[in-house]
């Protein structure tokens, strides 16, 4: 069974500091990890995945994420937020194929850029 | 890149009508897609997978009668909701797998907002 957590259903941010959205995940076999942005009243836009290779990833915008088994965390940064950032994110975990039972969305982290 | 397109992106019907949302991938053949449903600052939540070619998989909880999944071709699946009634307002959103290396990451489509009065 899988499952993720994500452990601030907001965070807050004044333009031009870090963020930092945190995920933990469990899963009894590798997984493979996913930030999703979703902007109000939009579908959901892929930011980075993690699929075994590096445990470091980069996505689109400045996003990046650091895969640490250790401590079954996909946590996601950006040195600099923009106010273009504000939307909801949703940290997901899927076991192989991506079948009907095999993607797990977190609860989702609205992410809020103060001017 | 990949694309999937949904339409239409908002309707609002009467109570007692159906509706038909479509999902259709631009570029790229899907015989599996999924349909969520999202309530408001709520995740998603899986309703069924459409499968081209066979009958759609329901996830424990949905109702088939109420919402019906075709899925006509490989680029296409439809999701209607019949005799809607204001709770099935919701934000509706489709997603296929994209192929080849790709093979476990969705493209979403933009999602379909119904507002049932």
């Known amino acids: 069974a899988q499952s993720v957590t994500q452990l601030d259903s907001h965070v807050s941010v004044s333009e031009g500091t870090p963020v930092l959205l945190r995920c933990n995940y469990s899963s009894s076999y590798s997984p493979s990890l996913f930030w999703y942005v979703q902007h109000p009243n939009k579908g959901l836009q892929l930011l980075l995945k993690?699929?075994?290779?590096?445990?470091l990833v980069k996505g689109i915008n400045g996003f990046e994420a650091e895969f640490k088994k250790s401590e079954t965390s996909f946590h996601l940064t950006k040195p600099s937020a923009h106010m273009s950032d504000a939307a909801e994110y949703f940290c997901v975990v899927s076991e192989g194929y991506t079948g009907r039972r095999a993607l797990t969305f977190g609860s989702g982290t609205r992410l809020q850029v103060q001017p | 890149g990949a694309v999937v397109s949904q339409h239409p992106s908002r309707v609002i019907c009467k109570s007692g009508t159906s509706v038909k949302i479509e999902c259709r991938s631009l570029?790229?053949?899907?015989?599996?897609m999924f349909w969520y449903r999202q309530f408001p600052k709520q995740s998603l939540m899986l309703m069924a997978t459409?499968?081209?070619?066979?009958?759609?998989?329901?996830e424990q909880g949905v109702e088939k009668d109420k919402f019906l999944i075709n899925h006509a071709s490989l680029t296409l699946s439809t999701l209607t909701v019949t005799s809607a009634h204001p709770e099935d307002s919701s934000f509706y959103i489709c997603?296929?797998?994209?192929?080849?290396?790709?093979?476990?990451?969705?493209?979403f489509g933009a999602g379909s907002r119904l507002t049932v009065l």
């Open positions: 997603s296929a797998p994209q192929s080849g290396p790709g093979a476990n990451v969705l493209t």
């Open positions: 570029d790229f053949q899907a015989t599996t």
């Open positions: 459409s499968n081209e070619g066979s009958k759609a998989t329901y």
């Open positions: 993690y699929t075994s290779a590096a445990t």
